[in-house]
């Protein structure tokens, strides 16, 4: 059974920093494709961006490219988004989701993790 669990989402004012983690148990996180989609207030869940398994391919949604990073840490079982610039119309719910190389879709996914960004 593989679970995700996300953390490090809160109030923060418009242009500050927030760091969000994904915590994937099991011993085959380093065999998954890793990705941050959100759901913003009446909007259906988007993609934001994805890393590869070995971290060396990443790509984003135009929305957040060069605001937002995606990392992993496969030692730690960790996926990481850092989120910089921050503007009202990055709040949203924020889930991480897994699928490996023979999956069409993501397979599993967290149960998500709140970000509000002020004004």
């Known amino acids: 059974q593989v679970q995700l669990v996300e953390s490090g989402g809160g109030l923060v004012q418009a242009g500050g920093s927030l760091r969000l983690s994904c915590v994937v148990s099991?011993?085959?996180?380093?065999?998954?494709?890793m990705g941050w989609f959100r759901q913003p207030p009446g909007k259906e869940r988007e993609f934001i961006t994805a890393i590869r398994r070995s971290g060396g391919s990443t790509s984003y949604a135009d929305s957040v490219k060069g605001r937002f990073t995606i990392s992993r840490d496969n030692d730690k079982n960790t996926v990481y988004l850092q989120m910089n610039s921050l503007k009202p119309e990055d709040t949203a719910v924020y889930f991480c989701?897994?699928?490996?190389?023979?999956?069409?879709?993501?397979?599993?996914w967290g149960q998500g993790t709140q970000v509000t960004v002020s004004s």
């Open positions: 989701a897994a699928r490996s190389d023979y999956d069409r879709s993501y397979r599993y």
């Open positions: 099991g011993r085959t996180f380093s065999s998954y494709t």
